[in-house]
């Protein structure tokens, strides 16, 4: 039986998240103002199904597909909205799944963090994918599960606010969002993202 952990729908894709993708993936980089959809499913290799389903139906094109044991991930994206939601169909009709069977996220944990210390900086820069924390910046922690709902709130953060993308993991078993700003843009940053979560509706985990 399958689970539909994720299944979410970005309008247009921000220019920082956009670089995210595209640096960290291994399919069709996408570009800003495109429409993009993620996908997560359980277990990993139905992704497979997806994926197949997906390209069949309409002119998108997949970025990001990650095959694990327990979580599938699917990325695909469009400049054309019309593809992106028509693909989206296929996906859950191949499924034999509605909207309403996705699961409904939750944040596990979310968290502020004033005026970064030097040392502090340098430590989430080591592994972060994405743009530099620099030292006095505040520092924005959201985790989300299932993962790949993440994705939104990376995405809405950056289309409200002047912020840094510094580190986001869009698959496994935590989604993580790290962003980095001055304090009035990561206190906008951190509304919109939490706002655009708690707006998705599904079944409980």
């Known amino acids: 039986m399958a689970d539909l952990r994720s299944y979410v729908y970005l309008d ?3 220019p920082q998240f956009a670089a ?6 291994r399919g069709y980089i996408p570009i ?3 429409a993009a959809m993620l996908v997560e499913i359980s277990p990993g290799v139905l992704i497979n199904q997806v994926i197949d389903a997906a390209v069949k139906t309409a002119n998108i094109r997949p970025g990001l597909m990650v095959v694990e044991r327990h979580f599938g991930v699917l990325e695909f994206h469009s400049q054309n909205q019309a593809d992106v939601k028509h ?3 296929a996906v859950l009709k191949v499924l034999k799944m509605t909207i309403k069977d996705r699961i409904k996220p939750q944040i ?4 502020i963090i004033r005026k970064v210390n030097a040392y502090h900086a340098q430590m989430v820069n080591v592994s972060r994918l994405c743009s530099m924390l620099l030292p006095n910046q505040d520092l924005y922690i959201l985790e989300v599960q299932p993962a790949a709902y993440v994705t939104l709130a990376a995405n809405e953060a ?3 606010a002047q912020i840094t993308l510094v580190d986001c993991r ?3 078993a935590v989604g993580r969002l790290y962003i980095g700003g001055k ?7 951190a509304s919109a993202a939490e706002t655009a979560i708690k707006a998705l509706d599904g079944k409980e985990a």
Do not use: C, F, H
Not at 20 to 25: D, E, P, T, V
């Open 12 to 14: 247009r894709l921000q």
């Open 20 to 25: 995210y993708i595209g640096a960290n993936a």
């Open 32 to 34: 800003p103002g495109m």
């Open 87 to 89: 693909a989206a169909q």
């Open 108 to 111: 596990l944990s979310s968290q």
């Open 158 to 160: 950056e289309k409200n």
């Open 170 to 172: 869009t698959y496994g």
């Open 183 to 189: 304090q009035s843009d990561v206190e906008r940053a």
